[in-house]
């Protein structure tokens, strides 16, 4: 059974481990080991997701969520908000051995509840990352915008991907 519940400061480790995983298997042709370790250990250490559980705790709509498959804790999901009725999905991890059980999918219809009223979603995703692209097409995320980002001393390609809601 798949749940969804917000996170807690509990929850850093798991996500620590979830964001290394999945950055691994998702990233781990398209960026340098160095760079994704550097990365992670910014980005995903103990002092930054402790701020970022805080202000989700204080925030009067919740963004930072946590699912769990039969009780384990499989993956993280976050937004920031970009205008009164627009988000932005900057974080969607599922570890590797839990995809396409509906777990993403799930992330992107509990935020339709949790952040109504929301009339759009937005996402960044690597060119490169098929993974990710493919599963924001197939949840009905449509390709807007291309940028292109010096990364690691590499040059990256962006892709920006929109949903949009009729509420």
């Not at 999945?22 to 990365?39: Q, R």
């Not at 709509?61 to 920031?80: C, D, P, W």
């Not at 590797?96 to 109504?116: C, D, M, N, S």
Request: with cysteine; aromatic share 14%; proline share 2%.
């Amino acid at each position: 059974m798949i749940t969804y519940r917000f996170v807690v400061n509990e929850d850093i480790p798991h996500i620590q481990t979830i964001a290394h995983d999945t950055w691994m298997f998702t990233y781990g042709d398209i960026y340098s080991k160095e760079y994704i370790h550097n990365f992670l250990s910014v980005a995903y250490s103990t002092e930054n997701l402790s701020r970022s559980v805080e202000r989700d705790l204080q925030s009067s709509k919740r963004k930072f969520l946590i699912s769990e498959y039969n009780n384990v804790i499989v993956g993280f999901a976050q937004t920031t908000q970009v205008h009164e009725e627009e988000y932005e999905l900057t974080r969607i991890y599922i570890r590797p051995e839990y995809h396409k059980l509906g777990i993403g999918t799930g992330f992107i219809h509990r935020y339709i509840q949790v952040l109504a009223p929301i009339k759009h979603l937005s996402a960044w995703v690597a060119k490169d990352n098929d993974i990710g692209k493919g599963f924001y097409e197939k949840c009905g995320f449509k390709e807007t915008e291309e940028k292109v980002e010096i990364i690691g001393g590499n040059t990256k390609k962006q892709l920006k991907y929109e949903l949009e809601l009729k509420m």
